[in-house]
C-alpha cells in the first residue's frame, strides 16, 4: 500500500509539479526512478509489486495465491487513491501563480489522469497498452527468475524498464500499464473513467501475454543425448 501510495505521489507528481519544467522525457525518468527506490526498498518485504497487472502475472504463474493476489490488489488500490489525494490535496493549496502541468480543470482533467490525448482512439491506447505492459512484465519475470534471473541487480532492470515505456508511451494516454496508477487520480479526474476500462483491461491481458512468452522462451526442454 505505502509503495503505491509513493509511486503515484511522485511518479504522477512528477507531472502535476513539475511537468512544464521536465518534459516527457523528466517524468519518464521520475517514473523509473521512483520504483527503482521502491523496489530496494520493500521488495524483500513484498516484492514490491506496486502494480494489480504485476501480482496479476505472479498469480498467474503460480508465484502467488489467489488469497494473496486478492490482498495485493486491494492494497495497492488503497494505496494509489491516499497518493492521488495527497497530490489533489497540493493543487488544491497552489496559488494562481504556479504553473501545474498535467491538470486541466475545464475538461475535469487532474493529476496526469490516463486518458487517451488527442487523435489517439481507444483501440490505439489498448494496443500500446497491452504491447508495452507485456514488455514491462517480461522484465520483470526474467529479472526476478529464482534461477536466471538477475539478482541485485533486478530493481534496476524494473524501473529503466518502467521509466522506457513512459517514456514512449505518455504522448498516447499518459502511460498507464497499471491499473492501481489510473485509479487514484481517475478519482479525482471526472474524464478519465470513459477510458479507464482501457487502463485496466489492456495492462492485463498484457501480463497474460507476458507469462505466456515468458514460459514459452524458458519452458524446460529434454536433453538429447548425443549418440556415441
Not at 505505502?2 to 523528466?26: D, E, K, N, Q, R
Not at 490482498?71 to 497552489?94: D, R, T
Not at 508511451?169 to 470513459?194: E, H, K, T
Not at 491481458?205 to 514460459?215: E, H, N
Amino acid at each position: 500500500m505505502f509503495g503505491t501510495l509513493f509511486l503515484v505521489l511522485m511518479a504522477c507528481g512528477s507531472a502535476v509539479l513539475a511537468g512544464p519544467s521536465i518534459g516527457v522525457l523528466g517524468i519518464g525518468l521520475c517514473f523509473g526512478l521512483i520504483l527503482i527506490c521502491l523496489c530496494y526498498c520493500i521488495g524483500n518485504i513484498s516484492g514490491c509489486h506496486v502494480n494489480p497487472a504485476v501480482s496479476f502475472a505472479m498469480w498467474i504463474s503460480g508465484r502467488m495465491s489467489a488469497k494473496e493476489f486478492g490482498i495485493y490488489v486491494i492494497a495497492q488500490l488503497l494505496g494509489a487513491a491516499v497518493g492521488a489525494a495527497f497530490l489533489f490535496w497540493f493543487v488544491e493549496m497552489g496559488g494562481p501563480e504556479f504553473v501545474f502541468g498535467g491538470t486541466t480543470p475545464s475538461s475535469g482533467n487532474y493529476l496526469a489522469a490516463n486518458v487517451c490525448q488527442p487523435g489517439v482512439s481507444q483501440g490505439m491506447a489498448l494496443f500500446v497498452e497491452i504491447l508495452f505492459t507485456m514488455v514491462f512484465v517480461l522484465v520483470i519475470l526474467g529479472a526476478t527468475d529464482p534461477k536466471k534471473g538477475a539478482g541485485k541487480f533486478s530493481g534496476l532492470a524494473i524501473g529503466i524498464a518502467l521509466g522506457l515505456v513512459n517514456i514512449v508511451g505518455i504522448p498516447v494516454d499518459n502511460c498507464s500499464v497499471n491499473p492501481a496508477r489510473s485509479f487514484g487520480p481517475a478519482l479525482f479526474s471526472s474524464n478519465a473513467w470513459p477510458d479507464f476500462w482501457v487502463m485496466v483491461v489492456g495492462p492485463l491481458v498484457g501480463a497474460a501475454l507476458a507469462v505466456f512468452v515468458y514460459t514459452l522462451i524458458f519452458r524446460p526442454t529434454p536433453q538429447i543425448e548425443a549418440d556415441i
